[in-house]
C-alpha cells in the first residue's frame, strides 16, 4: 500500500490498447496508465512498464497506436492484459492492420490515433512516451461505452507486478 491508494482508489481510468512496431517485431499490450496532456499543440501520454515487452519495442519504435476499447471488448483487453507477447503472439488472435510507419492497428477498436514519439520519460518502473497525434480514427461511433479499470480488475497480468 502507498500513501497515493486511498486517492487511486477512488478513480476508475480508460483502459486502452497501446501497439508498436520496430523492426518487423510487434507489440501490444494494455495500459491503464495514459491522458491527453496538452492541446496545442496536441499531445498525448502513455505510460509503458518496463518488465512489459512491449515497453522493450516501443523503446525502439518511432510511432505507438492507442486504441480505446468498448466494454463489450473484455477479450482484447483479456488478450492484451493477460498475455505476455515473451510467450504469445497476440497478432495472430486478432485481426489487425498496418497503420501509419507500420504500427499494428486493431480492427475491432472503436477508436485510434496513431501517434509520433516526441520524447520518452522515466517515472519509475514505467516509462512515459509522450506523443504527436498524427491520425487519428472513430468509426466506432459516440454511443459506445468504454472499458474501464474497473472492467478489468479480474485480468491477471502476463508479467509479474510489483
Not at 123 to 141: I, Q, R, W, Y
Amino acid at each position: 500500500m502507498t500513501v497515493l491508494d486511498p486517492f487511486t482508489d477512488a478513480l476508475d481510468y480508460p483502459l486502452y490498447v497501446v501497439t508498436a512496431e520496430a523492426a518487423g517485431e510487434r507489440a501490444g499490450c494494455l495500459v491503464g496508465f495514459a491522458s491527453q496532456c496538452s492541446i496545442r499543440p496536441a499531445r498525448f501520454i502513455v505510460w509503458l512498464s518496463k518488465a512489459n515487452r512491449t515497453y522493450r519495442v516501443a523503446a525502439r519504435a518511432d510511432r505507438v497506436a492507442v486504441h480505446l476499447l468498448g466494454r463489450d471488448q473484455g477479450h482484447l483487453a483479456r488478450l492484451f492484459g493477460g498475455e505476455t507477447g515473451d510467450r504469445t503472439d497476440k497478432f495472430t488472435r486478432t485481426a489487425w492492420h498496418p497503420g501509419p510507419g507500420g504500427v499494428p492497428v486493431l480492427d475491432e477498436a472503436p477508436a485510434w490515433f496513431v501517434g509520433r514519439v516526441e520524447s520518452r520519460v522515466d517515472g519509475g518502473d514505467h516509462v512515459g512516451f509522450l506523443l504527436v497525434p498524427e491520425t487519428a480514427e472513430h468509426p466506432g461511433g459516440d454511443d459506445f461505452r468504454l472499458l474501464s479499470l474497473a472492467d478489468g480488475l479480474d485480468i491477471a497480468p502476463g508479467h509479474p507486478v510489483d
